[in-house]
């Protein structure tokens, strides 16, 4: 399997980092451990020591939060990777006693790991995500692992077609509406946009948006893709009728990254402007929490089952017949495609 390697990954909600505690993560079969040192700052390093292959993850934080030391024999890795203490012997540094370092930024809410070439590291890559700033937002996040490759995550939340079939009773409509999807590019940046008319929603979305019961609404979906695989979804629900720009608003992330070939870490999240009152923020809570269960019941099974399917062979090996409301994923794929080609291209010239 080949990941692009020059992009943000995201590899955990930044709570998930507290200081004085690791956190071991695997992106794109690299094994790493995350870390904030004595001012709050996140790291990441490989998290394997280069002298019996122990997880630096098993080990503790010394020195102020600013080194790493194994669990195993006692070294102690820097931010920078390299080792600056050795308990053994005459205490000399092994020159091979390094550990890969990886840039880490926290934004959004996130920590996004880069693991190509550091020089190219530039925060403003990071797609924006601005409902996830917590000084205006109330935000609520979860995440899960699923057993199937990201590309076919990205193809799920891609094509929001499939929720009238495979959720109907969460979050499709009690009764299908007229839905329209189209596509549109901007340089690498791909927008799914479905318009779904005059449809009676799931009792869920009433309760969550507060709109009347059984009442027939309109709903948009927008989604955009940024490689590899970091989307915002504009989900929107008004009264049939009625202008997007006076419904309901629920802005959301949906972020997959590839831990192997066949598993992949999900991260989601729900969000409300603070604007709205106290009473915003159990909503969020509850709204991301009633997420999980057609995420985890319906979702999760569906797309594993899609990856058993493919047996090791590509998506494009099965020959797919294609739908209209495959145009979006099916653009996605050839953008990563072309961009996968043009990072090896770039690799081989070197």
């Known amino acids: ?137 109330y935000v609520a996040t979860a995440q899960m692992e699923i057993d199937a490759n990201y590309v076919l995550e990205s193809d799920n939340i891609l094509d929001l077609s499939h929720i009238e079939y495979l959720h109907p009773t969460t979050l499709g409509a009690g009764q299908s509406g007229e839905g329209k999807t189209s596509v549109t590019q901007d340089g690498s940046t791909v927008w799914s946009r479905r318009v779904i008319r005059n449809e009676i929603l799931p009792a869920f979305l009433y309760q969550a948006t507060g709109l009347p019961d059984q009442a027939p609404c309109d709903r948009w979906l927008d989604v955009r893709w940024d490689a590899p695989a970091s989307m915002y979804l504009q989900a929107d629900m008004a009264l049939a009728g009625t202008p997007r720009e006076q419904g309901i608003q629920s802005p959301q992330a949906h972020l997959f990254t590839p831990v192997s070939a066949g598993k992949t870490c999900y991260f989601y999240s729900f969000s409300m402007p603070k604007a709205l009152g106290p009473w915003a923020e159990e909503a969020t809570q509850r709204n991301v929490e009633a997420l999980r269960e057609p995420f985890l019941r319906e979702d999760k099974p569906m797309v594993e089952a899609q990856q058993r399917a493919l047996a090791g062979r590509s998506f494009w090996d099965l020959k797919p017949v294609l739908l209209d409301v495959d145009a979006p994923a099916v653009r996605a794929r050839r953008v990563l495609e072309q961009l996968l080609a043009a990072e090896q291209a770039s690799h081989l010239s070197k």
């Open 1 to 137: 399997m080949t990941y692009l390697r020059n992009v943000w990954y995201a590899a955990a909600w930044a709570t998930e980092v507290p200081q004085s505690q690791l956190l071991a993560r695997q992106i794109c079969d690299e094994p790493m451990v995350l870390y904030r040192d004595d001012q709050g700052v996140p790291h990441a390093l490989f998290d394997r020591c280069p002298h019996r292959f122990a997880p630096l993850s098993m080990g503790k934080l010394c020195d102020g939060g600013t080194s790493i030391q194994c669990g195993y024999h006692g070294l102690r890795f820097g931010a920078d990777g390299k080792c600056h203490h050795n308990p053994h012997g005459d205490g000399r540094i092994p020159i091979a006693a390094v550990v890969k370092s990886y840039p880490v930024v926290e934004r959004w809410s996130l920590l996004w790991v880069w693991i190509g070439d550091p020089a190219q590291a530039d925060p403003a890559l990071i797609p924006s995500f601005p409902f996830l700033d917590t000084e205006h937002w």
